[in-house]
């Protein structure tokens, strides 16, 4: 028994190739040439390369019409995209594969066969039925073709077709001997070119051996360049014997170095220079002492080396001259010029720096505008303009946030438009990394904190808990891992502080669905894979027994002293108190966040209601004077509390306090 070779390229519907895809010749029946064969139980099968080509051996015969026939089936992934049937004659020892689809249709019978005699395929070719993958008999019965009858019509509606089919097999008969002729005549020519290969087999192993291959040479030569390219290349060069007569009139670059030896070059006295102040420096005076253009290169002619030098001190000249200069070491073991007076002096016991304006400048208000014209204290006013404008102080006031401490301050609308001179004043507070702290780092819901029972490392999207108690129907479900390590090596414990938060600011703002809450298994299933790694874990996992639970937005500045308030145009003043640690879990207005070190002061101007822009009404500026901040209030003395009024009895009298200000004494 023979074989031949099939070949094609498969394509999808719009024509591009179908790569990787698998081909599988499933062979239905040897023919008769193959009598007594055992009919293979595994099938065929290769596959399609990049470009959607195959190649395959099949068996074939030259009985007429008792071919070996085949089911082909082409294969994507697990998806069977296409099926045809085919019959291979051994007439070539080659086929394309849509040669042997249109011969299996020209051969087969147009009879319908036994057992599905009520149903023609689809195919107008009318012989193209499916077949069993078994050995016991050709057919599926009528029943098992039933359950896709979809792919059928019926006998009569075909009916009418078969004359014209009868006639269309005729012709491919015809056809296929018209092509048999052709192979006759392909085989003599490839016999031909056979005989002309085998004679010029001698002059190609004579190539091979005397001849380099073009990659080769344009591998090799990358590097090189050709003799046109390089006697075009030295038009812009000298020859040496030109260079050397055109430098007799230069000095060479050691007759320099010596001549000169008795000077500082501007090298050298700039970096002489780095340990020293000048006394006019020191008193408020920069100068630019020295200045030399250098040449580059081997040579300087003379008349460089002629006008250069006149900018340049001698040795003595500069020894002698250093006699008006201080060292480091001198200016920094000078105790007042370390400090500045005025700095220190502009404080007082306030821990504002410049709070009225007795610098002279917008130290520490770099955000405002000086505004001498207006002020009600100090030397100046800070002007804030913008339309729903934020600005802060540019220092950090370090506290200590167990304690209390007042503010207060005396602010007006100067350019007044009452509908845009809503007015805040806040504190915005800072770990001691000077990283600002938002509510989800301290705030928790205590109904939700729980402990893993499984490792919880990045790119997890199930978290394992000891219970999910608490964890569904909450807004903002974000996630807190309790525990914290800041950048001074400090671990912050359960119920503190931590940035250790998986949070969400798109869409709907959820890490999970309450859907993602399984109350069975104790599991919440996120959005994305975890990504707040352990930074204490090789592998970032947090370990089984840590502390988790919800966390929840909020505002992030403390409204301690004045909050959506119309600023009226005339001097107004405001004071408040902030104070005392907020272990709650919650968010609030008079107490220090926990994780505090230091808080930044700032105020919200010249919006709408609530700092918003209406796009109508605006152009209010704002005036602020006389801010002071400090520890020294009454709740230190008396122990009171934000926000709340009370009376104090002592042995003086008794005082009279409001919000924690103390406003008489009776």
Not at 199 to 219: F, G, H, I, Q
Not at 227 to 253: H, L, R
Request: glycine share 8%; with cysteine.
């Amino acid at each position: 028994m023979a074989q031949a070779n099939v070949i094609g390229t498969m394509r999808d519907i719009n024509g591009l190739s179908i790569k990787n895809a698998t081909i599988i010749f499933n062979l239905l029946e040897a023919g008769a040439a193959a009598e007594g064969l055992v009919v293979p139980s595994i099938p065929i099968t290769t596959y399609t390369d990049d470009v959607g080509f195959f190649s395959v051996a099949v068996f074939a015969n030259g009985l007429d019409k008792d071919f070996p026939r085949y089911r082909v089936e082409l294969v994507e992934g697990s998806k069977i995209l296409d099926t045809y049937y085919i019959q291979v004659p051994a007439i070539r020892t080659e086929y394309s594969l849509s040669e042997l689809v249109q011969f299996e249709q020209s051969n087969r019978e147009t009879t319908p066969i036994s057992g599905l005699d009520n149903y023609y395929t689809k195919n107008d070719t009318i012989a193209n039925f499916y077949t069993k993958n078994d050995a016991e008999a050709r057919f599926y019965s009528k029943t098992a073709i039933d359950t896709t009858f979809a792919q059928y019509y019926n006998k009569t509606e075909v009916d009418t077709q078969v004359t014209s089919v009868t006639n269309r097999v005729a012709a491919n008969e015809s056809s296929i001997s018209s092509q048999t002729t052709r192979l006759n005549t392909d085989e003599t020519n490839i016999a031909t070119n056979t005989n002309s290969i085998n004679a010029l087999t001698p002059r190609v192993t004579s190539l091979e051996t005397n001849t380099y291959s073009k990659s080769y040479v344009d591998t090799k030569f990358s590097s090189y360049y050709t003799k046109t390219q390089v006697d075009s290349g030295f038009t812009n060069y000298y020859t040496a014997a030109q260079v050397d007569s055109g430098f007799a009139n230069y000095y060479t670059k050691n007759q320099i170095d010596t001549t000169f030896s008795g000077y500082y070059t501007k090298a050298n006295i700039d970096t002489t220079f780095t340990q020293y102040y000048n006394k006019g420096a020191i008193d408020g005076i920069i100068a630019n002492i020295y200045s030399k253009s250098d040449s580059d290169g081997r040579y300087y002619t003379k008349a460089v080396i002629d006008s250069t030098f006149t900018g340049y001190y001698t040795k003595p000249q500069i020894d002698s001259d250093f006699t008006s200069y201080y060292t480091k070491a001198q200016v920094d073991s000078k105790e007042l010029l370390k400090a500045d007076k005025t700095y220190l002096l502009s404080r007082g016991m306030n821990l504002i720096t410049n709070g009225f304006a007795s610098i002279g400048d917008l130290t520490n208000f770099s955000q405002f505008t000086l505004y001498p014209t207006d002020t009600a204290a100090g030397g100046a006013s800070f002007l804030a303009t913008g339309y729903a404008g934020n600005l802060q102080l540019d220092e950090h006031i370090s506290v200590d946030p167990t304690k209390y401490y007042r503010w207060t301050f005396t602010a007006k609308s100067i350019n007044y438009v009452p509908l845009a001179s809503y007015f805040f004043a806040f504190s915005r507070s800072y770990d001691i990394d000077e990283l600002p702290i938002d509510p989800w780092h301290y705030t928790y819901r205590p109904e939700s904190y729980t402990t893993l029972t499984q490792p919880l490392k990045p790119g997890d999207t199930v978290i394992h808990l000891t219970s999910v108690s608490g964890w569904a129907g909450k807004a903002y479900p974000w996630i807190k891992i309790h525990q914290y390590k800041n950048g001074k090596g400090f671990t912050w414990g359960p119920k503190t502080y931590s940035r250790n938060t998986l949070i969400n600011y798109a869409g709907d703002t959820r890490t999970f669905q309450d859907a993602g809450v399984d109350t069975t298994a104790n599991t919440i299933t996120i959005f994305k894979g975890w990504d707040v790694p352990n930074p204490d874990a090789a592998d970032g996992s947090w370990p089984v027994g840590t502390p988790i639970s919800l966390c929840f937005p909020a505002g992030s500045y403390q409204y301690f002293a004045v909050s959506n308030t119309q600023l009226p145009n005339a001097w107004t003043k405001f004071d408040g108190t902030i104070g005392g640690l907020d272990t709650s879990g919650n968010s609030l207005q008079y107490q220090f966040p926990t994780g505090t070190a230091s808080i930044r002061l700032g105020f919200l101007v010249n919006g709408n209601n609530g700092n918003t822009q209406d796009g109508v009404h605006y152009g209010n500026t704002t005036a602020i004077s006389g801010l002071a901040f400090s520890e020294v209030n009454i709740q230190n003395l008396t122990g009171g509390l934000p926000g709340v009024t009370s009376a104090v009895v002592t042995s003086g009298g008794t005082l009279h306090f409001t919000n924690g200000i103390l406003t008489s004494v009776s």
